[in-house]
């Protein structure tokens, strides 16, 4: 497996050790996996590349929205950018559009779902700590309950 990267840490991401960086390899067992995903292990870019399932709410030329198979809330979507990035940290000046448009589209498929008057939230999580569990830059939208502060 070296030099490869395991679905499992998206699959069971509480298998792995919260102290492994997202770089270095957990020991679980006699196998080693690598939590840091890759393009080609990555589960957002398998639904992207439709080789992997999801309920589609919208789409457009620069990003995704499906609905999150864990729900936290009575509505939520993950805004998924169509061009793979680990987490915000990789961001650069030149994805500040590409960040603006995920923000927007957050907006549109919260009033499509009618958000807009209850209120509702968006977050991004960035690092194992954070809970990131799938290491592709993803916006949710959550919604339909009262939200508390702080979170998590």
């Given at each position: 497996m070296s030099g490869q990267v395991s679905r499992l840490p998206v699959l069971f991401p509480r298998l792995f050790s919260p102290k492994a960086g997202r770089d270095q390899p957990y020991r679980y067992g006699?196998?080693?996996?690598?939590?840091?995903?890759?393009?080609?292990?990555c589960l957002f870019c398998k639904i992207l590349a439709?080789?992997?399932?999801?309920?589609?709410?919208?789409?457009?030329?620069?990003?995704?929205?499906?609905?999150d198979t864990n729900p936290?809330?009575?509505?939520?979507?993950?805004?998924?950018?169509?061009?793979?990035?680990?987490?915000?940290?990789?961001?650069?000046?030149?994805?500040?559009?590409?960040?603006?448009?995920?923000l927007r589209i957050s907006a549109r498929v919260a009033n499509d779902h009618g958000l807009s008057e209850g209120g509702y939230r968006t977050v991004i999580n960035t690092g194992?700590?954070?809970?990131q569990s799938v290491f592709h830059l993803h916006v949710h939208v959550m919604g339909g309950?009262?939200?508390t502060w702080p979170p998590g």
């Open positions: 006699t196998l080693c996996y690598h939590a840091r995903m890759s393009e080609t292990d439709g080789t992997a399932a999801a309920d589609v709410v919208y789409q457009d030329a620069r990003c995704v929205a499906i609905r936290q809330a009575p509505t939520h979507v993950l805004i998924i950018p169509r061009e793979h990035m680990d987490s915000l940290d990789d961001a650069s000046q030149k994805d500040e559009s590409m960040l603006g448009h995920l194992r700590g954070a809970g309950r009262e939200m």
